[in-house]
C-alpha cells in the first residue's frame, strides 16, 4: 500500500499570513487607540519584541557598517602615515649627510689654516683595501693637482700617511699603520726623538700603533703626552700631529722605552683628507737655498 504523502503548508505562506496579522493588529490600535484592550497586549507580546529584535538587528548592522568603514579609513590613514614616515626618513638621512659633510669641511678648514704655510689640496678618498683596517687608500687628486710622490697627507688634524704613488686624476696613500710605516717623531713635552711604527696587528687588537727607542733619560716623558713628527723625519714634515702616547715600558738595555701611540686620525672612517702640496726634500732645498 502506498503511503500517503504528508501535506506541507508552505513557509512563505505561514510568514505573509503572520505579516498580515501584524499588520492588521498595528493599524487597528493605531486606528481605535485601544487602551487596555486585548490588541494593546497583542502589541505588547507581538509587535513590540519584534520591533525591538528589528532594531537590535539594524542597530548591529549599523555597528558593523561603521566599524568597517573606521577600519577602511584607519588603514588608509597607516598608509598615508608611513608615506610620511619613510619621506621624513629619507629628508633625516639627507640632512644627517649634508651635516657629516659640512663637519668635514669645517674640519678641513681648520686644518688649511693650521697649516697656512704651505699649500694644499682637499681630496676625497675613493678606495680603500678590503679588511677591518687597510693600509693604503686612493683619493682623487693627482698630478693634474699638483700632487706627487713623498707629499704628507692630513686628515682629522693629524698625520694620515704619505704618497706613494700618482696618477693624473688619483694618487695612492700609504697610512701611517701600515707595517712598512716608520715615522720619526718627538714627544712634544720633552722634545725626546722616538720611532712611530705602523702596525695593523696591534690595530686589530687595540686600535693602536707602537713606538719604540724614546731616550728618557730624565723620566719626563709620561702617557699623555703628544707625539709630532720631528725635524729630522726624510719623508714627513716637521710637527705634524701624529697622536698620544698611551703606555710606555722601559726596554731591557734599561736606556729607552717603548709603548703604545693613539693616532688622532680616524682611519676606519677616513673620507676627506688634505694633501701638502710640499716633499720634505723640497723643503730642505729651500732652506738650503
Known amino acids: 500500500m502506498k503511503r500517503k504523502k504528508k501535506s506541507r503548508f508552505p513557509a512563505k505562506y505561514v510568514l505573509l499570513i503572520m505579516t498580515i ?41 549599523s555597528d558593523i557598517r561603521d566599524s568597517f568603514v573606521s577600519r577602511q579609513e584607519l588603514m588608509r590613514e597607516n ?12 629628508e633625516l638621512n639627507q640632512v644627517q649627510i649634508d651635516q657629516d659633510e659640512l663637519n668635514q669641511l669645517r674640519d678641513l678648514y681648520d686644518m688649511d689654516q693650521t697649516w697656512s704655510d704651505y699649500d694644499k689640496v682637499a681630496a676625497s678618498v675613493i678606495g680603500k683595501d678590503s679588511g677591518n ?42 697610512f701611517i699603520i701600515d707595517d712598512s710605516s716608520n715615522v720619526s717623531c718627538k714627544d712634544l713635552s720633552t722634545d725626546d726623538l722616538l720611532i712611530v711604527s705602523g702596525s695593523l696587528q696591534s690595530m686589530n687588537e687595540s686600535g693602536l700603533i707602537t713606538f719604540s727607542d724614546l731616550s728618557d733619560s730624565d723620566d719626563a716623558a709620561s702617557v699623555g703626552d703628544q707625539v709630532v713628527t720631528s725635524s729630522i723625519s726624510d719623508l714627513y714634515l716637521p710637527g705634524i700631529p701624529v697622536g698620544y702616547i698611551t703606555e710606555m715600558t722601559l726596554d731591557s738595555n734599561k736606556l729607552t722605552k717603548s709603548g703604545t701611540v693613539a693616532t688622532i686620525v680616524d682611519f676606519d672612517n677616513l673620507e676627506k683628507v688634505l694633501v701638502i702640496l710640499q716633499t720634505k726634500d723640497s723643503l730642505t732645498e729651500d732652506e738650503g737655498e
Open 133 to 174: 683596517w687597510f693600509s693604503v687608500f686612493m683619493i682623487d687628486k693627482g698630478t693634474n693637482d699638483g700632487v706627487d710622490e713623498g707629499m704628507n697627507v692630513i686628515a682629522d688634524g693629524g698625520l694620515a700617511g704619505i704618497v706613494i704613488s700618482v696618477g693624473p686624476n688619483y694618487a695612492t696613500v700609504r
Open 79 to 90: 598608509e598615508e602615515l608611513k608615506e610620511e614616515l619613510t619621506g621624513v626618513r629619507e
Open 21 to 61: 496579522l501584524c499588520f492588521v493588529i498595528i493599524g487597528c490600535s493605531v486606528k481605535l487607540s485601544w487602551s487596555g484592550t486585548a490588541a494593546n497586549t497583542a502589541v505588547g507580546y507581538v509587535i513590540i519584541p519584534m520591533q525591538k529584535g528589528i532594531n537590535y538587528v539594524g542597530g548591529f548592522l
